[in-house]
C-alpha cells in the first residue's frame, strides 16, 4: 500500500473512531431552573422591535406539521423534518416560531413521563408530571439571535401551561451558556438548583442539588 492510502485509511479510521466516540460520550453542567404557574397569568414577553412578522405555531402531531407546510411555512429549515416528526411521535409539542416563513426558532414541551421516557430527556430529571412540564431543545437559528425569541417562546409555552393546570415549569440550561440564561430569566426562570450529567456507551450518570426545599424535580 502507497504511503498516500496508509495516511488516508488511517484518517479514515480516525473519522469513525472520532464519531463513534462523541456520539456515545456526553458531559455536561446545567443549572435547573423552575417558575411557578399558579399565579395570574403574566403579559408575553415581547421580542425586540423590527420583528413585525413573528408568527408562533403549535403542533402536536405530524397532521399539523404537513398543514404548516402546504401554508408554505418552512419548519424544517435549518432544522431536519425527520427530527421534528421524530420528537411529535415521542409525543412532544413544539412551539415554532417563524419570521415570515422561515422557521427562526424551536422550542419543545414534555408533559407527561411516557414521552419523557422516548425522549430520553437530559438531565434525566423526574418530575411530577400532570403538575410540571419540561422544557427542552430550545434552539434559535443563527441569523435570528439576539431578537428575544427565545424569552418569547418560553411566555407563551408558560401561559399554554397554566392555561392546563399545570403548576411548575422547568428546564435546565448549561452553565456555560449565558445568553441562554439571561433568555430564561427574561421570561421568569428562577435556579433552584444544578447537576452535572455523564453518557459514557451504556453508562448514564447524574447528580443533582437543589438550592431550595421546594422543588419537585428529581435525578433519576
Not at 411555512?73 to 423534518?81: A, E, I, N, R, V
Not at 438531565?123 to 439571535?145: E, K, M, N, Q
Not at 440564561?181 to 451504556?202: P, T
Request: proline share 4%.
Amino acid at each position: 500500500m502507497k504511503k498516500e492510502g496508509v495516511i488516508s485509511f488511517i484518517r479514515l479510521v480516525g473519522r469513525w473512531l472520532k464519531g463513534k466516540f462523541t456520539s456515545n460520550f456526553l458531559f455536561q453542567k446545567h443549572f435547573i431552573l423552575e417558575v411557578g404557574l399558579e399565579s395570574e397569568p403574566k403579559t408575553v414577553y415581547s421580542p425586540k422591535t423590527g420583528l413585525d412578522n413573528v408568527v408562533l405555531r403549535v403542533v402536536s402531531h405530524i397532521g399539523e406539521l404537513t398543514a404548516l407546510q402546504q401554508e408554505g411555512y418552512k419548519p424544517d429549515t435549518p432544522f431536519p423534518q425527520e427530527i421534528l416528526e421524530r420528537r411529535l411521535k415521542e409525543g412532544q409539542i413544539g412551539f415554532l416560531v417563524f419570521i415570515g416563513k422561515i422557521l427562526a426558532h424551536s422550542s419543545w414541551l414534555i408533559t407527561n413521563a411516557g414521552s419523557a421516557a422516548k425522549a430520553k430527556i437530559h438531565p434525566p430529571l423526574a418530575l411530577d408530571y400532570g403538575h410540571s412540564a419540561y422544557i427542552w431543545y430550545c434552539v434559535t437559528s443563527p441569523r435570528f439571535r439576539g431578537k428575544a425569541l427565545y424569552p418569547y417562546t418560553l411566555s407563551v409555552i408558560n401561559r399554554y401551561l397554566q392555561k392546563g393546570g399545570i403548576k411548575k415549569s422547568v428546564l435546565a440550561v448549561e452553565k456555560d451558556n449565558e445568553a441562554s440564561l439571561r433568555g430564561v430569566e427574561k421570561a421568569g426562570f428562577k435556579i433552584i438548583g444544578e447537576d452535572w450529567y455523564i453518557k459514557l456507551w451504556a453508562y448514564k450518570g447524574c447528580r443533582v442539588k437543589f438550592y431550595g426545599k421546594d422543588s419537585v424535580s428529581k435525578c433519576k
